[in-house]
């Protein structure tokens, strides 16, 4: 490293400093910087802000302020406040009960389910195999299903005269999968779970991949086989990963609307009419906006309950990497 | 109803063709289970081959049946019309029609959809990019009284899903005159906790000697952002990109109470009616779905880095 | 006339304290180093000359400004980071003149300045590249030519050299030296490596737990250690510490151990005198201490290292005390197992109270 002429330092020479240090003005009050600060951190936050407030705080509230209200049969009639009344009318009304039977069913159906067909998935797709990298993509693929490309599929596929899939059940010709009572919730269900495996998949891969190998090494050479590998290397470790998966799973389960949409329309005899399904109707189809607070808020505190529910219950199971 | 009487019944039902299928496919699954448990036993050169045929088995009989509505989906879009309702069903197409597709795309408005798709989309990320970005910059380097209040309140909006919000949205929309309109479908999410949080573990994550080192290098906050945060969190904001266009390209409820016509209808909302319009031409409604999901597999294949990172935010680690 | 003073400086995280009330003037053009092991707060100290912490309590001032209240980039100091912390997405080019760019230097003049740094520090190879692709000591060298060529008043240098390898190390070592000496500019530096701060520095600035223990020439903190620790820290094989009481013989007071009694000179017994402590922590370097079968003190040789140009012998005391001796090359070297009998010239010994670890002062 030479070190040459330029380098050397002469005195003040005067345009030499950059602007900064010797010459530079009375430094800012650190009460005027602090000001800058918070300013420039409203202004960061405040379109978030903006956009929460209006489109999600706002909602929440004016649907608990408008399930007090009973809906008037003709519109531009004022509404007529009944307090407690319509809540308590709404939650133990058969309609109600049924979409929230309907809606934990489904949640049962498909969340366990997804999860178990993904975490299997996933250990097959891990392996070193030559063209594995084909699999996986193929396993992942569904994630570009959109619910609506599914559901349209699906519904073709089911279509009770012309179907494929209705030829090879044998029920060509007559009541569709989507249409019999007994089958359609299940149906909907598996369509669901079918376009999830792709998400399911990938979430799990990437769990999976988090386990460090040394420690299934070292397990193996500590004479574990393969099932007491998975109960205390594989589980543990995957375990932030499927809590996970379970605590998102199941808030997307409470929100699907577009399989029921496009399927089944919340039938038939209201076999498939979830929550979110009923609310929609009961705005749509009904022009009931009072009812139709009453079932968003119990869906938003069915959700909210079940989200800290399974928090509570599920994460001290968890193990965390230290 | 008595399971096994249900499904002996349901087996009987099934069309010969069906039934095969289903046969062999148990058979090979059978193999390949039976495969890997007999190779724990043998000379280690057999049972490694062993075990990678079964492996090999299972993983095929698994892809063909996770891809195969995809892939009857293609097939059937190919066919005619009364080709697709064939018994016994053809499962390759010998001579592809591809008319399919441009009556999907012009009597099927499936050019106007697309094109709403993608403004909407676009739009939607664009602006949960920013929102986010200067959101996560606000928490994770500018000290303000409520700091942590406040990124609580950004992730509360995680847990209010839309379907609890929309029914005021919709009269909201419908008050500021953005009924049917692309305000009406992008505002609403110009803006989500998911981000400002998978952004602002991101921009922590910057070393703390970088931090310091801009800091004496007299650089600004935008120079700052520009050139040493972004550069270093490009992973997390294309995760974030990924994530959000899959998100809003996929939206079903929104786009279907916000839009009225063929004008401003995506794509999603688009097949549905094209199902209900194009009724027994189901080549049509298969060329149709086909043609939405393009976008996404085309993202899935070359972002699929990106999006797993998108969508495991917070899965591994916890 | 200080460059650069901290005046009863203490600095508390939560309720640690990582630096405790320190004084410490640094001269214009003076090289000081900053040692002392790990968690000892010399980084904090040149964080809070850089102004990335604020002090809980005292002054600094940088070119007689106090600096308090003034923000990092406007106290004209430049800081070369452990880990360099280069900007992994810009070129070397830009990483050098990012300083320069925000404060608004036009463009040809950023330009010259740079071409100039490059040259004087041969980077002008990699000046296209990325932080990614350069060598570890190219790293350090841009580190260092982003902080030249803003032309500080002061270089704040943290452990630049503990992430490259020894020999490059040694090498970069004689660079820094010789860059500092040719700019003229104020530097201190921080460092755990006594030897780097023996060599390099024009004084050394010894700090241990928040605390400055020492700050003086490196000779002088080499032959006068104010107290124990500094005693122990600087040397390698490290200064010999014998544990022992002063008592009477003679009429001369001695350094009564287990094994046997060394002398002191009467200004030396004057002090212990004085002081009344009660045991005495004698030290001595291992390249005083000699090999005399008339010698007062008895050992018996537990190992003998051969390093080549020099053995270090080390022999343990009766109550298992150990001393190490430094002998050249071409001397004649006990066995392990011998007793030995060891002397030293009292003018080379140091004493130091038992209890505080303080230097006795003759």
């Given at each position: 490293m030479s070190v040459t002429?330029?380098?050397?330092?002469?005195?003040?020479?005067?345009?030499?400093?950059?602007?900064?240090?010797?010459?530079?003005?009375?430094p800012r009050s650190r009460r005027r910087r602090r000001m800058m600060e918070l300013m420039l951190a409203f202004g960061l936050l405040l379109p978030s802000l903006v956009i929460f407030g209006v489109f999600v705080f706002y909602p929440l509230i004016r649907q608990i302020y408008l399930s007090f209200f009973l809906t008037p049969p003709f519109p531009g009639e004022p509404k007529h406040y009944v307090g407690f009344s319509q809540i308590q009318q709404v939650l133990s009304s058969h309609d109600f009960l049924n979409s929230l039977g309907v809606t934990l069913l489904f949640v049962l159906y498909t969340v366990p389910t997804g999860l178990i067909l993904g975490l299997l998935l996933a250990v097959l797709a891990h392996q070193q195999l030559a063209g594995i990298r084909f699999f996986r993509t193929v396993f992942s693929s569904t994630v570009a299903t959109s619910v609506a490309v599914a559901s349209v599929i699906f519904f073709t596929l089911l279509n009770p005269q012309v179907g494929l899939f209705s030829y090879w059940f044998g029920t060509q010709g007559q009541l569709s999968v989507l249409d019999d009572p007994r089958w359609a919730l299940l149906a909907v269900s598996a369509v669901t779970i079918w376009q999830n495996l792709g998400l399911s998949f990938i979430i799990m891969s990437a769990g999976l991949q988090a386990v460090p190998d040394d420690l299934l090494e070292a397990s193996r050479m500590d004479g574990a086989r393969v099932w007491a590998r998975m109960r205390h290397v594989i589980l543990p470790m995957l375990s932030p990963t499927l809590f996970f998966a379970i605590v998102v799973g199941t808030i997307l389960s409470l929100e699907a609307f577009g399989q029921i949409d496009i399927l089944t329309a919340g039938g038939p005899l209201q076999h498939t009419n979830v929550l979110v399904y009923a609310i929609y109707d009961q705005v749509f189809n009904q022009d009931n906006d009072g009812r139709a607070a009453v079932m968003t808020i119990a869906l938003f505190l069915i959700t909210l309950v079940f989200t800290l529910v399974q928090i509570w219950l599920l994460e001290r199971r968890v193990t965390y990497e230290r | 109803m008595n399971a096994e009487a249900g499904v002996v019944a349901t087996l009987g039902t099934l069309a010969p063709g069906f039934r095969t299928f289903l046969w062999i496919a148990l058979a090979v699954i059978v193999a390949g289970i039976g495969l890997l448990v007999a190779s724990r036993r043998g000379s280690p050169h057999y049972r490694r081959r062993v075990a990678l045929v079964g492996r090999y088995l299972l993983l095929i009989v698994l892809a063909v049946i996770v891809l195969f509505p995809i892939y009857i989906t293609v097939v059937d879009s190919l066919l005619k019309p009364d080709q697709v309702v064939a018994k016994p069903p053809i499962l390759f197409p010998l001579h592809p029609q591809w008319s399919s597709y441009s009556t999907a795309w012009t009597q099927g408005h499936l050019g106007r959809y697309l094109l709403n798709s993608f403004i909407v989309t676009t739009v939607i990320v664009a602006g949960e990019l920013a929102t986010s970005i200067a959101a996560a910059y606000a928490f994770a380097f500018l000290e303000f009284p409520f700091r942590r209040t406040l990124f609580v309140l950004f992730l509360a909006t995680m847990m209010v899903p839309l379907e609890v919000t929309f029914l005021t949205n919709l009269s909201t929309v419908v008050s500021l005159g953005w009924y049917n309109t692309y305000l009406g479908l992008t505002v609403p999410f110009l803006a989500t906790g998911f981000g400002a949080f998978l952004l602002r573990q991101a921009f922590l994550g910057l070393p703390r000697d970088l931090r310091d080192a801009a800091k004496l290098d007299a650089a600004g906050h935008w120079q700052f952002l520009r050139r040493v945060v972004l550069p270093v969190a490009r992973p997390s904001l294309a995760a974030l990109g990924i994530f959000a266009f899959f998100s809003a390209f996929g939206q079903y409820l929104w786009p279907l109470i916000v839009t009225k016509n063929d004008r401003l209808r995506t794509v999603q909302i688009g097949l549905k009616f094209l199902a209900n319009s194009q009724l027994n031409n189901f080549n049509v409604i298969f060329a149709g779905t086909v043609l939405a999901a393009i976008p996404l597999f085309v993202l899935l294949i070359l972002f699929e880095k990106q999006l797993v990172r998108g969508l495991t935010a917070g899965a591994v680690k916890g | 006339m200080a460059q650069v003073a901290l005046r009863e400086v203490t600095k508390l995280f939560g309720d640690v304290q990582a630096v405790r009330d320190v004084s410490l003037e640094v001269e214009d053009q003076e090289f000081l180093v900053l040692l002392g092991p790990s968690g000892c707060g010399k980084s904090t100290v040149l964080r809070l000359i850089a102004g990335l912490d604020t002090p809980t309590e005292g002054t600094i001032e940088i070119g007689q400004r106090?600096?308090?209240?003034?923000?990092p980039q406007e106290r004209d100091v430049a800081m070369v980071f452990q880990s360099y912390?280069?900007?992994?997405?810009?070129t070397a080019r830009r990483n050098i003149e990012f300083p320069l760019k925000n404060r608004g230097t036009p463009k040809d003049e950023r330009e010259r300045r740079v071409r100039e740094v490059a040259d004087a520090l041969e980077l002008t190879e990699v000046l296209d590249r990325r932080p990614a692709q350069m060598s570890g000591g190219q790293r350090q060298r841009v580190a260092l030519a982003r902080a030249i060529v803003r032309r500080p008043e002061a270089f704040l240098m943290d452990e630049p050299l503990s992430n490259l390898d020894a020999k490059l190390r040694t090498q970069t070592r004689t660079e820094l030296i010789e860059l500092q000496r040719r700019l003229a500019t104020t530097v201190i530096y921080v460092t755990h490596d006594q030897v780097e701060g023996m060599t390099m520095g024009h004084r050394v600035a010894v700090m241990d737990r928040g605390v400055i223990q020492q700050v003086a020439r490196p000779t002088e903190i080499y032959d006068h250690p104010a107290n124990l620790f500094v005693a122990g820290f600087i040397g390698n094989p490290p200064m010999n510490t014998v544990t022992g009481s002063p008592c009477s013989q003679n009429g001369d007071v001695v350094i009564e151990t287990a094994s046997g009694s060394i002398p002191l000179t009467p200004g030396q017994q004057d002090a212990v005198r004085r002081s009344g402590v009660t045991a005495v922590v004698a030290g001595l370097r291992p390249e005083h201490v000699a090999l005399d079968p008339d010698g007062p003190i008895s050992a018996s040789v537990a190992v003998v290292e051969a390093l080549g140009y020099e053995y270090h012998v080390v022999c343990r005391l009766d109550d298992g005390q150990q001393v190490i001796i430094r002998l050249p090359a071409e001397a004649v070297v006990p066995q392990e197992g011998e007793i030995v009998h060891l002397s030293a010239d009292p003018l080379r010994l140091h004493l130091f109270?038992?209890?505080?670890?303080h230097g006795i002062a003759t």
């Amino acid at each position: 490293m030479s070190v040459t002429h330029p380098f050397e330092r002469p005195d003040r020479l005067p345009d030499e400093s950059i602007g900064a240090g010797r010459k530079a003005p009375a430094p800012r009050s650190r009460r005027r910087r602090r000001m800058m600060e918070l300013m420039l951190a409203f202004g960061l936050l405040l379109p978030s802000l903006v956009i929460f407030g209006v489109f999600v705080f706002y909602p929440l509230i004016r649907q608990i302020y408008l399930s007090f209200f009973l809906t008037p049969p003709f519109p531009g009639e004022p509404k007529h406040y009944v307090g407690f009344s319509q809540i308590q009318q709404v939650l133990s009304s058969h309609d109600f009960l049924n979409s929230l039977g309907v809606t934990l069913l489904f949640v049962l159906y498909t969340v366990p389910t997804g999860l178990i067909l993904g975490l299997l998935l996933a250990v097959l797709a891990h392996q070193q195999l030559a063209g594995i990298r084909f699999f996986r993509t193929v396993f992942s693929s569904t994630v570009a299903t959109s619910v609506a490309v599914a559901s349209v599929i699906f519904f073709t596929l089911l279509n009770p005269q012309v179907g494929l899939f209705s030829y090879w059940f044998g029920t060509q010709g007559q009541l569709s999968v989507l249409d019999d009572p007994r089958w359609a919730l299940l149906a909907v269900s598996a369509v669901t779970i079918w376009q999830n495996l792709g998400l399911s998949f990938i979430i799990m891969s990437a769990g999976l991949q988090a386990v460090p190998d040394d420690l299934l090494e070292a397990s193996r050479m500590d004479g574990a086989r393969v099932w007491a590998r998975m109960r205390h290397v594989i589980l543990p470790m995957l375990s932030p990963t499927l809590f996970f998966a379970i605590v998102v799973g199941t808030i997307l389960s409470l929100e699907a609307f577009g399989q029921i949409d496009i399927l089944t329309a919340g039938g038939p005899l209201q076999h498939t009419n979830v929550l979110v399904y009923a609310i929609y109707d009961q705005v749509f189809n009904q022009d009931n906006d009072g009812r139709a607070a009453v079932m968003t808020i119990a869906l938003f505190l069915i959700t909210l309950v079940f989200t800290l529910v399974q928090i509570w219950l599920l994460e001290r199971r968890v193990t965390y990497e230290r | 109803m008595n399971a096994e009487a249900g499904v002996v019944a349901t087996l009987g039902t099934l069309a010969p063709g069906f039934r095969t299928f289903l046969w062999i496919a148990l058979a090979v699954i059978v193999a390949g289970i039976g495969l890997l448990v007999a190779s724990r036993r043998g000379s280690p050169h057999y049972r490694r081959r062993v075990a990678l045929v079964g492996r090999y088995l299972l993983l095929i009989v698994l892809a063909v049946i996770v891809l195969f509505p995809i892939y009857i989906t293609v097939v059937d879009s190919l066919l005619k019309p009364d080709q697709v309702v064939a018994k016994p069903p053809i499962l390759f197409p010998l001579h592809p029609q591809w008319s399919s597709y441009s009556t999907a795309w012009t009597q099927g408005h499936l050019g106007r959809y697309l094109l709403n798709s993608f403004i909407v989309t676009t739009v939607i990320v664009a602006g949960e990019l920013a929102t986010s970005i200067a959101a996560a910059y606000a928490f994770a380097f500018l000290e303000f009284p409520f700091r942590r209040t406040l990124f609580v309140l950004f992730l509360a909006t995680m847990m209010v899903p839309l379907e609890v919000t929309f029914l005021t949205n919709l009269s909201t929309v419908v008050s500021l005159g953005w009924y049917n309109t692309y305000l009406g479908l992008t505002v609403p999410f110009l803006a989500t906790g998911f981000g400002a949080f998978l952004l602002r573990q991101a921009f922590l994550g910057l070393p703390r000697d970088l931090r310091d080192a801009a800091k004496l290098d007299a650089a600004g906050h935008w120079q700052f952002l520009r050139r040493v945060v972004l550069p270093v969190a490009r992973p997390s904001l294309a995760a974030l990109g990924i994530f959000a266009f899959f998100s809003a390209f996929g939206q079903y409820l929104w786009p279907l109470i916000v839009t009225k016509n063929d004008r401003l209808r995506t794509v999603q909302i688009g097949l549905k009616f094209l199902a209900n319009s194009q009724l027994n031409n189901f080549n049509v409604i298969f060329a149709g779905t086909v043609l939405a999901a393009i976008p996404l597999f085309v993202l899935l294949i070359l972002f699929e880095k990106q999006l797993v990172r998108g969508l495991t935010a917070g899965a591994v680690k916890g | 006339m200080a460059q650069v003073a901290l005046r009863e400086v203490t600095k508390l995280f939560g309720d640690v304290q990582a630096v405790r009330d320190v004084s410490l003037e640094v001269e214009d053009q003076e090289f000081l180093v900053l040692l002392g092991p790990s968690g000892c707060g010399k980084s904090t100290v040149l964080r809070l000359i850089a102004g990335l912490d604020t002090p809980t309590e005292g002054t600094i001032e940088i070119g007689q400004r106090v600096v308090n209240d003034i923000e990092p980039q406007e106290r004209d100091v430049a800081m070369v980071f452990q880990s360099y912390a280069l900007y992994p997405q810009m070129t070397a080019r830009r990483n050098i003149e990012f300083p320069l760019k925000n404060r608004g230097t036009p463009k040809d003049e950023r330009e010259r300045r740079v071409r100039e740094v490059a040259d004087a520090l041969e980077l002008t190879e990699v000046l296209d590249r990325r932080p990614a692709q350069m060598s570890g000591g190219q790293r350090q060298r841009v580190a260092l030519a982003r902080a030249i060529v803003r032309r500080p008043e002061a270089f704040l240098m943290d452990e630049p050299l503990s992430n490259l390898d020894a020999k490059l190390r040694t090498q970069t070592r004689t660079e820094l030296i010789e860059l500092q000496r040719r700019l003229a500019t104020t530097v201190i530096y921080v460092t755990h490596d006594q030897v780097e701060g023996m060599t390099m520095g024009h004084r050394v600035a010894v700090m241990d737990r928040g605390v400055i223990q020492q700050v003086a020439r490196p000779t002088e903190i080499y032959d006068h250690p104010a107290n124990l620790f500094v005693a122990g820290f600087i040397g390698n094989p490290p200064m010999n510490t014998v544990t022992g009481s002063p008592c009477s013989q003679n009429g001369d007071v001695v350094i009564e151990t287990a094994s046997g009694s060394i002398p002191l000179t009467p200004g030396q017994q004057d002090a212990v005198r004085r002081s009344g402590v009660t045991a005495v922590v004698a030290g001595l370097r291992p390249e005083h201490v000699a090999l005399d079968p008339d010698g007062p003190i008895s050992a018996s040789v537990a190992v003998v290292e051969a390093l080549g140009y020099e053995y270090h012998v080390v022999c343990r005391l009766d109550d298992g005390q150990q001393v190490i001796i430094r002998l050249p090359a071409e001397a004649v070297v006990p066995q392990e197992g011998e007793i030995v009998h060891l002397s030293a010239d009292p003018l080379r010994l140091h004493l130091f109270d038992a209890a505080t670890g303080h230097g006795i002062a003759t």
